[in-house]
């Protein structure tokens, strides 16, 4: 019977020294989950000291327990840093080591409740696994220097690189001169899918110029939303309105045609120009915003225009 109890006292007490070892585990660290692109999850581990630097010490405190700061989320993350919001509870100084004297003031906890922003910087952050630091001054009601320094720790990288095979450009994709792998944060080129090996950015060739045939183009299909008409009668089909317009401003092209479109983004002009709606297709709103004020717009509408700003704007037929 005794050796029996004493059997079951022996199994509670490591049940209690295991117990206490996971938990002391477990509160070293805060952990924060963020589910990234395609549905993978990153977890966050968090680590956080106080200083405290009143009387001219500098008084080191972790801040290991559960529920004396929360993170909230991210609020933005880029390829050179991330933002949290961290709301901190309330933290205390442990004064100096061996407690003989814990600085009376020093036990004062920093402002409860308090929501902080804290950025960490560094390089790579978008196709890169984590370990940053961030110092969070100015934390006191009185201002007098103390500081938490917060530490994350990311256990995988944002994005997972997408890989390219070696391929001519066409109208509507871009070419690379070699195999290659591309992180869709920062667009930057590697040899290898770790990014361990950065390509030079002539890898990526740039996408050919539409083929347009009255019109249409002949490599991809996509009809193009305007042509300049030269004065020698030719057509220069462009895909977009705002391409052709450019064309217009800065040749001697006379004139703007526009043949197909379907957004609903207003049309701005900007300097002296004639543009002509054709039949059948129909314009939100066409702005007028010249800075010179000799500017000559001309509008011909064979088709729609829902509004025209200002309503006095250029000559119109």
Request: aromatic fraction near 8%.
């Amino acid at each position: 019977m005794k050796k029996r109890l004493f059997r079951n006292l022996l199994i509670l007490g490591l049940l209690l020294v295991a117990l206490t070892a996971a938990v002391s585990a477990a509160s070293a660290y805060y952990s924060y989950k963020e589910n990234a692109i395609g549905g993978r999850t990153i977890n966050f581990s968090f680590d956080a000291k106080y200083h405290c630097t009143l009387h001219g010490d500098n008084i080191v405190t972790p801040v290991n327990s559960l529920g004396l700061y929360v993170v909230q989320g991210i609020t933005s993350w880029t390829s050179e840093q991330i933002t949290f919001q961290i709301k901190v509870n309330s933290v205390y100084c442990q004064g100096r080591e061996g407690g003989s004297d814990v600085h009376g003031e020093h036990t004062n906890s920093i402002i409860e409740n308090d929501t902080q922003t804290v950025t960490f910087t560094g390089s790579c952050l978008c196709h890169k696994a984590f370990n940053l630091t961030k110092e969070v001054t100015q934390i006191m009601a009185n201002d007098r220097g103390d500081a938490l320094e917060f530490t994350v720790t990311a256990d995988k990288p944002r994005h997972t690189l997408t890989k390219h095979l070696q391929a001519d450009s066409t109208c509507t994709e871009y070419g690379y001169s070699e195999d290659c792998y591309e992180c869709p944060g920062c667009k930057k080129l590697f040899k290898d899918q770790n990014a361990e090996q950065e390509l030079p950015a002539s890898v990526r060739r740039v996408m050919t110029p539409h083929n347009y045939v009255n019109g249409v183009c002949q490599g991809c299909a996509a009809t193009g939303e305007a042509y300049t008409l030269s004065s020698d009668g030719s057509k220069n089909y462009h895909t977009t309105v705002e391409e052709a317009l450019t064309a217009t401003y800065t040749s001697q092209d006379p004139s703007v045609w526009i043949t197909h479109y379907e957004r609903p983004t207003d049309i701005t002009l900007t300097n002296s120009c004639n543009v002509y709606v054709c039949n059948g297709v129909t314009i939100p709103k066409i702005c007028t915003s010249a800075s010179d004020p000799q500017a000559a717009i001309n509008i011909t509408n064979h088709g729609t225009i829902d509004t025209i700003t200002p309503a006095n704007s250029g000559t119109q037929s």
